[in-house]
């Protein structure tokens, strides 16, 4: 039988994903370090330890594909019009926003897609707390188990 604390203990390792917001790479060092100091309490708040890791490492990996894909159709896109050679830019300043490179949309699809996923993220990580609360088991979807 799971008890109330086991139940917060869960709750709150899936909560301290939002210290990303306080300070860098929190919601990835916060429930890690309470997942180690907790994780032999129960075999409940080591699963749900697990399954909060595993899912921020899978959020990190998938946002650095993102990255990685996204920014140079971007800075092609912005950078494709310059010359470099031409310094004399305050004589000739010469901005067309009147036809965006095709770059440019898939750059912005790629961000937008950034965002969904940054939304999303957080409802999956709201859904989990929740699980954890009332006792239930939670898998979160498309996480790859980097802990086993």
Same mark, same amino acid.
């Given at each position: 039988?799971?008890?109330?604390?086991?139940?917060?203990?869960?709750?709150?390792?899936?909560l $301290?994903? !939002? $210290?990303?917001? =306080? !300070?860098?790479? &929190?919601? =990835?060092?916060?429930?890690?370090?309470?997942w180690?100091?907790?994780k032999?309490? $129960?075999?409940?708040?080591?699963?749900? *330890?697990?399954?909060?890791?595993? +899912?921020?490492? $899978?959020?990190?990996?998938?946002?650095?594909?993102? &990255?990685?894909?996204?920014?140079? +159709? +971007?800075?092609?896109?912005?950078?494709?019009?310059?010359?470099?050679?031409?310094?004399?830019?305050f004589? @000739? =300043?010469?901005?067309?926003?009147?036809?965006p @490179?095709?770059?440019?949309?898939? *750059? &912005?699809?790629?961000g937008?897609?950034?965002?969904? &996923?940054f939304i999303?993220?957080?409802?999956?990580?709201?859904?989990?707390?929740?699980?954890?609360?009332?006792g239930e088991?939670?898998?979160?979807?498309f996480?790859?188990? +980097?802990?086993?």
């Amino acid at each position: 039988m799971v008890t109330n604390h086991q139940k917060n203990l869960a709750t709150i390792i899936h909560l $301290s994903t !939002f $210290s990303r917001f =306080i !300070f860098p790479f &929190g919601n =990835i060092i916060a429930p890690i370090v309470l997942w180690v100091v907790n994780k032999d309490k $129960s075999d409940f708040i080591d699963t749900h *330890g697990k399954q909060a890791i595993n +899912f921020q490492f $899978s959020i990190l990996l998938y946002a650095l594909l993102i &990255g990685i894909v996204c920014v140079p +159709f +971007f800075a092609f896109s912005v950078f494709s019009h310059l010359d470099i050679l031409d310094f004399n830019a305050f004589n @000739s =300043i010469n901005i067309n926003i009147t036809e965006p @490179s095709p770059l440019f949309y898939i *750059g &912005g699809s790629l961000g937008a897609l950034a965002v969904i &996923g940054f939304i999303i993220e957080l409802i999956l990580i709201v859904k989990a707390s929740l699980k954890a609360k009332d006792g239930e088991d939670y898998h979160y979807p498309f996480t790859i188990e +980097f802990i086993k």
